[in-house]
């Protein structure tokens, strides 16, 4: 009697422990998670915030104002302040916020991977422009080429918790402006469904980009239907002026409808004031003048209100992409535009590590937790990004996709309902088996609640030995050459490949 009833329970235990190995079906924490705990800024001191941006925009104005601009911005209620610059009064600006875009959807080219940003709503992402890449095999920096951006497109392809690829890298053995803008569109189109992004040198560019994604969506004028690819655009300089080649940029995505990330990229100390409050008081003013130049000329037009405030090391004036500062101005910056009703994004994760070590976790675990808290719907170069953004890293996007998903684990909080609280279930471990393990409210947590990571070491000390003894870097650079050497994907037809190199001169890849 004893042996027949202990074989099914050796039979059960093995089915528990096959089921505990196996991962959950559905992650329990994706993208997309609700920010907004984090609040650095009290009500008071983002209305003293807002109203000094606003005074800066009425009295000091906006310099270098290109022609076309200021005759829009005039005919909107714009004044003359004298001295080439051009003042916003109050209602101008508010009224742009009121007209702005404040939810749209970044289209995919495959619908399931489209997102939609506004709100509370918090999404990791790529940015930046580095120069370097830090090889796999040598593990020291090199000059970044295109076969790099086509890797790293392709790598990030297939990592669940980055939401949408913005071109991480330059090509630098492209030398030519317009073959560069057009074979980093070529990149991101041959590599990922995921909703993309890049930047255009050169207004002159963005018909004939155009082109290439009309081929990719379909037939002519299809693009603009679903734009799948948004614009990264610094039309404002600061201090507190346009930039010329970037407003006309500005109105050539308008033209075609291309969804754009107005960027202000001031930094403290040079820039922007040293205090922080200063700092977000300008930085605010800036990005809001981008706003209201987006929406005099299409109200309503989707445009990420994208304050990224930076910082420089006032003793050497290097930028510095990590640190405390950096941590509580971007998550400050996503608070006030999120209080303004805007969608957000800001800049975290910009390590100025050169390596992946305590430096490089620290900087990037603290201000992209501390900015996701804070409700940041779009978290630029929060992937892979190193060095104070000059270099970018295989192994680093393998690593941040999994910080991404511890992240969006935090953003997603306790559930309490008399289920979770579970009465019964402590009452059933107490008085049965003295613990949990094997219980159905255990399994359902386990696939409801918990996530677990890829990467991570959780093996004992003598276990880890005897595999190797690997670090976070080694597990990383195994992961990322799986990757390179197995995912190869072909998101565009042979027909659309070849008509697009037909048309466009297509190096490598």
């Given at each position: 009697?004893?042996?027949?009833?202990?074989?099914?329970?050796?039979?059960?235990?093995?089915?528990?422990?096959?089921?505990?190995?196996?991962?959950?079906?559905?992650?329990?924490?994706?993208?997309?998670?609700?920010?907004?705990?984090?609040?650095?800024?009290?009500?008071?001191?983002?209305?003293?915030?807002?109203?000094?941006?606003?005074?800066?925009?009425?009295?000091?104005?906006?310099?270098?104002?290109?022609?076309?601009?200021?005759?829009d911005?005039?005919?909107?209620?714009a004044?003359?302040?004298?001295?080439?610059?051009?003042?916003?009064?109050?209602?101008?600006?508010?009224?742009?916020?009121?007209?702005?875009?404040?939810?749209?959807?970044?289209?995919?080219?495959?619908?399931?991977?489209?997102?939609?940003?506004?709100?509370?709503?918090?999404?990791?992402?790529?940015?930046?422009?580095?120069?370097?890449?830090?090889?796999?095999?040598?593990?020291l920096?090199?000059?970044?080429?295109?076969?790099?951006?086509?890797?790293?497109?392709?790598l990030?392809?297939?990592?669940?918790?980055?939401?949408?690829?913005?071109?991480?890298?330059?090509?630098?053995?492209?030398?030519?402006?317009?073959?560069?803008?057009?074979?980093?569109?070529?990149?991101?189109?041959?590599?990922?469904?995921?909703?993309?992004?890049?930047?255009?040198?050169l207004?002159?560019?963005?018909?004939?980009?155009?082109?290439?994604?009309?081929?990719?969506?379909?037939?002519?004028?299809?693009?603009?239907?679903?734009p799948?690819?948004?614009?990264?655009i610094?039309?404002?300089?600061?201090?507190m002026?346009?930039?010329?080649?970037?407003?006309?940029?500005?109105?050539?995505?308008?033209?075609?409808?291309?969804?754009?990330?107005?960027?202000?990229?001031?930094?403290?100390?040079?820039?922007?004031?040293?205090?922080?409050?200063?700092?977000?008081?300008?930085?605010?003013?800036?990005?809001?003048?981008?706003?209201?130049?987006?929406?005099?000329?299409?109200?309503?037009?989707?445009?990420?209100?994208?304050?990224?405030?930076?910082?420089?090391?006032?003793?050497?004036?290097?930028?510095?992409?990590?640190?405390g500062?950096?941590?509580?101005?971007?998550?400050?910056?996503?608070?006030?535009?999120?209080?303004?009703?805007?969608?957000?994004?800001?800049?975290?994760?910009?390590?100025?590590a050169?390596?992946?070590?305590?430096?490089?976790?620290?900087?990037?675990?603290?201000?992209?937790?501390?900015?996701?808290?804070?409700?940041?719907?779009?978290?630029?170069?929060?992937?892979?990004?190193?060095?104070?953004?000059?270099?970018?890293?295989?192994?680093?996007?393998?690593?941040?996709?999994?910080?991404?998903?511890?992240?969006?684990?935090?953003?997603?909080?306790?559930?309490?309902?008399?289920?979770?609280?579970?009465?019964?279930?402590?009452?059933?471990?107490?008085?049965?088996?003295?613990?949990?393990?094997?219980?159905?409210?255990?399994?359902?947590?386990?696939?409801?609640?918990?996530?677990?990571?890829?990467?991570?070491?959780r093996?004992?000390?003598?276990?880890?030995?005897?595999?190797?003894?690997?670090?976070?870097?080694?597990?990383?650079?195994?992961?990322?050459?799986?990757?390179?050497e197995?995912?190869?994907?072909?998101?565009?037809?042979?027909?659309?490949?070849q008509r697009?190199?037909?048309?466009?001169?297509?190096?490598?890849?």
């Amino acid at each position: 009697m004893t042996h027949a009833s202990a074989k099914p329970r050796r039979s059960g235990r093995k089915s528990r422990l096959i089921q505990r190995a196996a991962p959950p079906k559905v992650n329990p924490a994706p993208p997309g998670q609700i920010g907004g705990q984090y609040r650095p800024l009290s009500d008071t001191d983002m209305g003293q915030i807002y109203d000094a941006a606003l005074h800066l925009l009425a009295n000091l104005g906006m310099g270098e104002v290109p022609a076309r601009l200021w005759d829009d911005l005039l005919q909107a209620g714009a004044v003359d302040l004298g001295n080439a610059r051009i003042g916003f009064p109050n209602a101008l600006v508010e009224d742009a916020i009121a007209r702005a875009a404040k939810r749209f959807t970044l289209h995919g080219r495959d619908p399931d991977r489209s997102i939609e940003v506004g709100g509370s709503h918090v999404y990791f992402g790529t940015g930046g422009a580095a120069v370097n890449t830090l090889d796999l095999d040598s593990g020291l920096y090199r000059p970044s080429t295109l076969q790099d951006l086509h890797d790293f497109t392709r790598l990030q392809d297939t990592l669940g918790n980055v939401a949408w690829f913005t071109r991480c890298c330059i090509a630098t053995d492209v030398p030519d402006p317009f073959d560069l803008d057009v074979n980093t569109a070529y990149a991101l189109l041959k590599n990922t469904t995921k909703p993309v992004a890049t930047a255009f040198t050169l207004a002159d560019h963005v018909d004939p980009i155009v082109q290439m994604l009309d081929i990719a969506a379909g037939g002519d004028g299809a693009f603009a239907k679903r734009p799948f690819l948004k614009a990264h655009i610094s039309p404002v300089i600061s201090p507190m002026r346009f930039g010329e080649d970037a407003v006309d940029v500005v109105y050539k995505c308008i033209e075609h409808n291309i969804p754009m990330s107005c960027i202000t990229a001031a930094q403290a100390g040079a820039t922007a004031p040293a205090t922080l409050a200063g700092f977000l008081a300008q930085s605010l003013a800036e990005t809001l003048a981008s706003l209201v130049m987006v929406n005099v000329i299409a109200p309503g037009f989707p445009m990420v209100f994208s304050n990224w405030p930076l910082v420089i090391d006032l003793r050497s004036g290097a930028f510095a992409g990590g640190g405390g500062e950096t941590t509580v101005l971007n998550a400050a910056s996503a608070q006030l535009s999120n209080w303004l009703g805007l969608p957000s994004g800001v800049a975290c994760s910009m390590t100025d590590a050169k390596a992946i070590d305590a430096q490089y976790g620290v900087e990037k675990g603290m201000t992209s937790l501390a900015a996701a808290l804070a409700g940041g719907n779009l978290i630029y170069e929060s992937s892979g990004m190193m060095a104070a953004l000059l270099g970018a890293s295989f192994e680093a996007f393998i690593l941040d996709d999994e910080m991404h998903a511890m992240t969006y684990r935090a953003l997603r909080g306790i559930e309490v309902s008399e289920d979770t609280l579970g009465f019964d279930a402590i009452c059933a471990a107490i008085l049965g088996d003295g613990h949990f393990l094997g219980a159905d409210q255990t399994y359902q947590a386990m696939e409801r609640d918990y996530v677990y990571p890829n990467l991570a070491d959780r093996e004992q000390p003598r276990t880890w030995e005897e595999a190797g003894s690997q670090d976070a870097w080694d597990r990383a650079k195994a992961k990322a050459r799986s990757v390179l050497e197995e995912h190869h994907p072909t998101y565009l037809s042979a027909e659309q490949d070849q008509r697009i190199r037909d048309a466009f001169t297509i190096l490598g890849g």
